[in-house]
Nanobody, 127 residues
Framework: EVQLVESGGGLVHTGGSLRLSCETSGFTFAYFTMAWFRQFPGKEREVVACISAGDGTTYYADSAKGRFTISSENAKNTVYLQMNSLKPEDTAVYYC????????????????????WGQGTQVTVSS
């Protein structure tokens, strides 16, 4: 059974930091691109950052560049998202996803391209 379990969300003040974790099981982690998406109320999910668990290639949305860092720990089948300098506009539900393809800018921005999803974790940034 495939599982992606996010943790680390919560409430933080503007300028604060959070580290999200996504523990996975049930598939060969190293063959997948791992991604963090977020979803605002009434909006579609948008990609935040991706990493190839195989070769470490990364992709960042413009909103994440310079503030967020994605990393993976293959020995633990886990992907992380370190979020610094958080802003109220970062408030959203954050989802972990796994896709059986290389990191390519066209594919990683399409939620439907990903094979597996976690249940999401709420991140709230207060002003």
């Amino acid at each position: 059974e495939v599982q992606l379990v996010e943790s680390g969300g919560g409430l933080v003040h503007t300028g604060g930091s959070l580290r999200l974790s996504c523990e996975t099981s049930g598939f060969t982690f190293a063959y997948f691109t791992m991604a963090w998406f977020r979803q605002f109320p009434g909006k579609e999910r948008e990609v935040v950052a991706c990493i190839s668990a195989g070769d470490g290639t990364t992709y960042y949305a413009d909103s994440a560049k310079g503030r967020f860092t994605i990393s993976s720990e293959n020995a633990k089948n886990t992907v992380y998202l370190q979020m610094n300098s958080l802003k109220p506009e970062d408030t959203a539900v954050y989802y972990c996803a796994a896709g059986r393809f290389p990191v390519t800018p066209v594919l990683v921005t399409v939620p439907g391209a990903f094979n597996y999803w976690g249940q999401g974790t709420q991140v709230t940034v207060s002003s």
